[in-house]
């Protein structure tokens, strides 16, 4: 629909469209060989196009603009993706090494970029807002700041002004109504600190890591990977530099995301690589782990970390919950609270922070039973989705009916359907803006290893698309990670209606070899290897048969076992009652990314008035709901405004009132200005006629209506809770042109 309108503007204009985001600026390497089957080498590229067709391909790959229709201009582009797209999928079915199926891989991605940023630049120059101006308003109204800014503040950590403290505190309010007591689902709050081994078995302690470098004389860090992009595209700008060059630091730059710490020390001496601030020499690339570590008790012996995500807590919970549920699946628990990454590089504002507030929400499930109940309550939606086949091959992300979506498959389930829908009416209720965001699948090579589907919701935003709440299928993985470390079974009981026979697998110790080898410590290694599951046995029997041992961790300790400690015992047996390790439907929601898109998305300039700027948050979520303004200083207004606040209090509606001395107009302003809903203004009016009334004003049309002052406070609960529209409003009472009164009536009087 976007390029729909983007392309009639065009054609009607006929003007040139600049290029708006620096990553048009990316090239790609037209390699000679293209991959036709497993007898021939493999390229990591295919073929970008025909001879006669390069030079229009990389003018459009370098962002050059063009006149004419928009899908004339994004044809080759497409065309391109769809190529690498196609080759990805024949290296994966032919049995192509894992280094080159990854090289093509980051080639498709880097195309995908392209293709997406050349689509955001052709979008009309209205659909940008003014991010500087902004970004003003959000700091001088205080709506946020970065923390400790009288100490030179802190990068990535941010606090939260009385405005924006109220706005956070009810998109998260409307999280809870939406989600928790809407699916009753189970809330839980639990401890921000983490000890080692629960992130140990999580992987976080082993994998949550970046690449850095330092200054080697002030110890300044970067991001290895962001510094050496950033450094070669600055040696790819200079005139200078040939084109072969030019085309070698593009392949790099593709490639980025494979590297290997070694590759990556090798990168950044051949590109003599320096601090972009000093100029100083860097150290080698290190891996750092993004958690911030610390230590539990005085004695320090108990290593801990800042979690990193809430959902852990939920995981290791879930026997308890369980329970609370009387043993039945399917469940939901959720857990709002700040998590902690420790970012290289933070930047874009509340995009990429060290602290955060999540709201994530696990959904248990019978991996044989992914049917939603209340799936037809949101399978009319229509949605824009962005398929994992679509991205593949060159296509744009198309509005798909919901249901039509899971009964194709492109949705893998309608338990995962039904999130999705839930998640679309949430963010659109708190101000997103429904032809910015999109749902994108991730790629087959996007998803870990133990994922069923995973979708995102992504918003557009001066920066891009970003990401703001991700929604995850991720089977049984947590669970059994943690059931075989802590030998706890997190499993549910399901009654069979008939008895079943099924197969089982499990480890058959040799006790006295275990114990002849590890002495003690046998008996952890036989609790471990009791409570595996078939999965993790399979894989074990077949190292056992191909090298005849493998090894476990557990508790700290590692037991190497061969084929005289350990064999794999197969049997049947009958079930009346069966365990079932339920699947996890994970939504997980960025609050401050959510918070930053409403800004965008919400924030105006009022027509003809270029320094009046307003921010259209709904009322559900708007910091206040209503502004109490007394025409002026008048001292017969003040019992109006005291009783109003005092009834507006007892409506549970938060207010501000505002009985400073500027004009009406300023002061409406300045409350349309931190996206205060509406306003209710004592003039002299209503201090001189009965029934005594006022005027209520809609911020978003600057409307006013005038009804009872006793009647105001439950008009004012009801448009903030959404039972009542201002339509209605102006329907029902008497538009304002205004004053019938003033103060010499109120003198003669």
């Avoid at 399978?379 to 989705?385: N, Q, V």
């Avoid at 009334?693 to 209506?705: E, G, H, P």
């Avoid at 448009?719 to 201002?726: E, Q, V």
């Amino acid at each position: 629909m976007l390029l729909r309108s983007a392309a009639s503007a065009l054609l009607r204009t006929s003007t040139e469209i600049p290029s708006l985001c620096p990553v048009l600026q990316v090239r790609f390497v037209r390699l000679s060989l293209h991959y036709t089957s497993r007898s021939r080498p493999f390229s990591t590229s295919a073929r970008l196009c025909k001879k006669n067709k390069k030079s229009l391909w990389l003018q459009l790959a370098q962002g050059q603009t063009m006149d004419g229709n928009i899908e004339e201009v994004l044809a080759p582009l497409r065309l391109a993706v769809k190529e690498q797209g196609d080759l990805v999928r024949n290296m994966k079915q032919d049995g192509a090494p894992d280094v080159d199926v990854n090289k093509a891989v980051a080639e498709l991605k880097a195309r995908k970029r392209t293709l997406e940023a050349k689509e955001l630049a052709l979008q009309p120059k209205d659909d940008i807002v003014d991010r500087s101006k902004m970004e003003d308003t959000l700091k001088r109204r205080f709506f946020y700041d970065q923390a400790f800014a009288i100490y030179g503040g802190v990068s990535g950590l941010y606090d939260f002004g009385p405005v924006g403290c109220a706005l956070k505190n009810n998109i998260l309010q409307a999280w809870r109504q939406h989600f928790i007591q809407e699916e009753q689902i189970l809330e839980i709050d639990c401890t921000m600190l983490t000890p080692e081994p629960v992130l140990k078995t999580s992987g976080h302690v082993d994998k949550f890591a970046d690449y850095m470098v330092k200054d080697v004389k002030n110890g300044e860090c970067f991001r290895a990977d962001h510094l050496l992009k950033a450094h070669l595209q600055k040696l790819m700008s200079d005139k200078k530099c040939a084109a072969e060059k030019k085309a070698e630091m593009e392949g790099v730059i593709t490639q980025m995301d494979n590297y290997t710490q070694q590759e990556l020390t090798d990168l950044f001496v051949k590109y003599n690589v320096k601090s972009p601030i000093t100029g100083n020499d860097l150290t080698p690339p290190i891996s750092f782990n993004l958690m911030f570590q610390t230590s539990i008790g005085p004695g320090g012996n108990m290593t801990g970390y800042l979690r990193p995500e809430t959902a852990q807590g939920i995981f290791l919970n879930f026997k308890r919950l369980l329970e609370f549920n009387q043993g039945k699946l399917p469940f939901a628990a959720a857990q709002i609270g700040n998590s902690f990454r420790n970012e290289i590089s933070p930047r874009s504002g509340l995009i990429r922070v060290r602290e955060f507030t999540m709201a994530e929400i696990e959904h248990f499930v019978d991996p044989c039973e992914k049917v939603h109940p209340k799936f037809s309550n949101v399978a009319d939606l229509d949605i824009i989705l962005y398929s994992s086949k679509a991205q593949t091959s060159g296509q744009s992300a198309r509005v798909m009916r919901l249901g039509d979506a899971v009964e194709q498959g492109v949705i893998n389930n309608s338990v995962l359907g039904y999130f999705i829908g839930r998640i679309y009416l949430y963010l659109t209720k708190v101000g997103i803006a429904k032809d910015k965001l999109r749902f994108r699948q991730h790629m087959d090579n996007e998803m870990a290893h133990y994922a069923c589907d995973c979708w995102d919701a992504e918003a557009k935003t001066s920066y891009g698309w970003i990401e703001i709440v991700g929604c995850a299928d991720r089977s049984c993985y947590d669970l059994k990670c943690h059931a075989r470390a802590t030998k706890v079974p997190l499993v549910a009981e399901k009654p069979l209606k008939e008895p079943k026979v099924v197969n089982v697998v499990q480890f058959e110790p040799n006790k006295g070899a275990i114990g002849k080898a590890y002495k003690k410590d046998a008996k952890l290694a036989m609790e471990y290897l009791s409570v595996c599951d078939e999965c993790f046995i399979s894989e074990q029997e077949q190292l056992l048969s191909e090298t005849g041992e493998f090894t476990i961790e557990t508790e700290g300790k590692t037991f190497k076992l061969t084929k005289d400690m350990v064999s794999v015992k197969r049997f049947q047996k009958t079930l009346h009652v069966e365990e079932v390790v339920p699947n996890v439907i994970e939504p997980s929601f960025g609050i401050g990314r959510i918070m930053y898109t409403i800004f965008e998305h919400t924030f105006h300039v009022r027509e003809g008035d270029e320094q009046r700027t307003y921010f259209s948050f709904p009322a559900t979520v708007a910091p206040y709901k209503c502004s109490v303004l007394p025409l002026s200083q008048n001292q017969e207004f003040m019992p109006f405004v005291r009783d109003l606040s005092e009834a507006m209090t007892k409506n549970g509606v938060s207010h501000k009132v505002d009985d400073s001395s500027g004009s009406i107009g300023r002061r409406y302003a300045r409350t349309d200005e931190i996206g205060v809903a509406f306003g209710i203004t004592i003039d002299f009016d209503t201090v001189n006629k009965t029934p005594h009334t006022a005027t209520l004003r809609d911020r978003d049309s600057m409307r006013q209506i005038r009804a009872e002052v006793s009647e105001l406070p439950v008009i004012v609960r009801d448009l903030a809770n959404g039972t009542l529209t201002w339509a209605e409003m102006e329907s029902k009472y008497p538009i304002f042109e205004g004053q019938e009164t003033s103060k010499r009536d109120t003198v003669e009087e």
